[in-house]
């Protein structure tokens, strides 16, 4: 039975063991050995990451047909209004592929949230919001293709649950073992 590692992962660290010279990566934090990431997280994102030591858990957190639920804090650029979120509930027409529906609500920013390192771009003239998201499908840059498809521009993007494992409790750059649910 395979061991879970929830990391809270910050912004500008690659989600790789091996160093790439330019960035800190999940080296620099966690010093357990075996561990392998189970889905991703792009350098300009943070928060959750899911890693394991076992290649049969990992295939199963990842794979789609299973479709664990992963929700992320998401701070836009604009008013994001009934119409926007409405678009995200129904799924988005992008490029290449149209999104599954997503459950999309507007929500207050997070309590107890760390700064970010370097802060947002912000500018005066136009107002941020927080929404909530949960897709179902992790398609490469999803969550900020999805909101600038419907006007409201990522500038910050927090992963804070996957299926039922949550960031509660994790700082930035910490981890913690769980126990694992899904093997059962």
């Not at 910050?10 to 790439?20: A, E, K, L, N, T």
């Not at 409405?86 to 997503?102: M, Y």
Request: net charge positive.
């Amino acid at each position: 039975m395979g061991r879970i590692l929830l990391f809270n992962k910050p912004f500008g660290v690659i989600c790789q063991f091996s160093r790439d010279g330019m960035h800190p990566t999940l080296a620099d934090y966690i010093p357990l050995p075996d561990f392998y990431p189970a889905g991703r997280l792009d350098t300009d994102s943070e928060g959750l990451l899911v890693l394991t030591d076992d290649g049969r858990l990992q295939h199963r957190i990842t794979d789609p047909k299973h479709k664990l639920p992963k929700t992320y804090w998401v701070q836009v650029e604009g008013s994001a209004d009934d119409a926007a979120l409405e678009i995200l509930r129904n799924g988005v027409q992008l490029p290449d592929f149209r999104t599954q529906p997503a459950e999309a609500s507007l929500m207050n920013e997070p309590a107890n949230l760390w700064p970010r390192n370097p802060p947002i771009r912000e500018r005066k003239s136009i107002p941020t919001s927080w929404i909530t998201l949960t897709i179902r499908e992790g398609k490469n840059r999803q969550v900020r293709r999805m909101t600038a498809a419907v006007g409201l521009p990522t500038l910050r993007l927090i992963r804070c649950r996957i299926g039922e494992w949550t960031l509660d409790g994790l700082q930035p750059g910490k981890w913690r073992v769980e126990p694992n649910h899904l093997s059962r």
